[in-house]
């Protein structure tokens, strides 16, 4: 099974930015369909972006849209989620992950069979 691992969270100051990584060892991510999903404390995880494998269409949540974008590093092997204009309502826990499929929208839990362990994001006012 495809083990995803996140990393690139933080504590960062309103306004400011982070960018994260999402890799996986003896595989090549570039034939995945990777989303970046988030869950705050007390809230459902929900889909911020996603990526499809192939033809590489990307997709936004509305809240990020503007704001945040995801790119593939093949060189690397990682999908990158480009985080700017940090707000405290982007606080939460952010997990990749890794499906077979094209992108439905910015990602539906369902569709995506492995996840990663998760990384922190916290964004201070």
């Known amino acids: 099974q495809l083990q995803l691992v996140e990393s690139g969270g933080g504590v960062v100051q309103s306004g400011g930015s982070l960018r994260l990584s999402c890799t996986a060892s003896g595989f090549t991510l570039d034939y995945y369909t990777i989303a970046w999903f988030r869950q705050a404390p007390g809230k459902e995880r929900e889909g911020v972006s996603c990526?499809?494998?192939?033809?590489?269409?990307?997709y936004y949540a509305d809240s990020v849209k503007g704001r945040f974008t995801i790119s593939r590093d093949n060189a690397k092997n990682t999908v990158d989620l480009q985080m700017n204009d940090l707000k405290p309502e982007d606080t939460a826990v952010y997990y990749c992950?890794?499906?077979?499929?094209?992108?439905?929208?910015?990602?539906?839990?369902?569709?995506?069979?492995?996840w990663g362990q998760g990384t922190q994001v916290t964004v201070s006012p």
């Open positions: 992950a890794a499906a077979l499929n094209y992108c439905s929208g910015s990602g539906h839990q369902s569709d995506f069979s492995s």
């Open positions: 990526i499809s494998s192939s033809i590489g269409s990307t």
